[in-house]
């Protein structure tokens, strides 16, 4: 597989999942609040879903830090047979765990206000954008994270930001759970 379908893949998936979340923040404020039968109201999931990103971001950027780049020929030779989709959604459900993390490492512990939270999501987005871009030419394969995920093998930086961005679309799916339950209860009502 060639670098440059590795980066539009991932920026593809990147750019769709967050515009996704995106909308939500411009949710009424009894949606953001509502809390359902069970898991997270909207406002929580979305903070959480801005400290996942944060703290994937952040295992990038020290592996790519810690780790020398190597030799062009070492990532060409990695990209032949590049299987980016190494990733089953058992991996991706919402309520995955990050274990290593501890349960409560990605889970919201303040109020953020929502327009700052939207705001990091996007700056958030703008990171893995340059950081596909710097790593253009295939070296993205060379830097191996390990993902407090129970069972996930050692992602490369393009399979973690694409586990992002899946993790995402998982993501906005709980949010339309929510959303139908919210709009259940309030037919029930009116």
């Not at 939500?24 to 801005?50: A, I, K, T």
């Not at 994937?56 to 950027?61: G, K, P």
């Not at 939270?117 to 596909?132: A, G, H, K, P």
């Amino acid at each position: 597989m060639k670098a440059e379908n590795i980066i539009v893949t991932v920026r593809n998936e990147l750019i769709r999942s967050v515009a996704t979340v995106d909308e939500w923040f411009d949710s009424e404020e009894s949606l953001m609040e509502f809390q359902p039968s069970s898991g997270r109201r909207v406002c929580e999931l979305l903070r959480h879903l801005m400290l996942t990103n944060h703290f994937l971001l952040a295992l990038i950027d020290k592996e790519c830090s810690s780790t020398s780049r190597g030799e062009s020929h070492e990532f060409e030779d990695l990209l032949a047979d590049y299987c980016l989709e190494i990733l089953s959604w058992e991996h991706i459900r919402p309520e995955v765990e990050f274990s290593s993390w501890g349960p409560d490492f990605v889970l919201p512990t303040e109020n953020k206000p929502l327009t700052e939270v939207r705001n990091e999501i996007r700056d958030q987005l703008n990171e893995s954008l340059i950081l596909l871009e710097n790593l253009s030419q295939g070296e993205g394969t060379l830097y191996k994270i390990s993902l407090p995920v129970e069972g996930m093998e050692k992602l490369d930086v393009y399979q973690t930001l694409y586990f992002l961005a899946l993790y995402t679309r998982k993501q906005v799916g709980q949010l339309h759970e929510i959303l139908k339950e919210y709009n259940e209860d309030f037919n029930a009502v009116g």
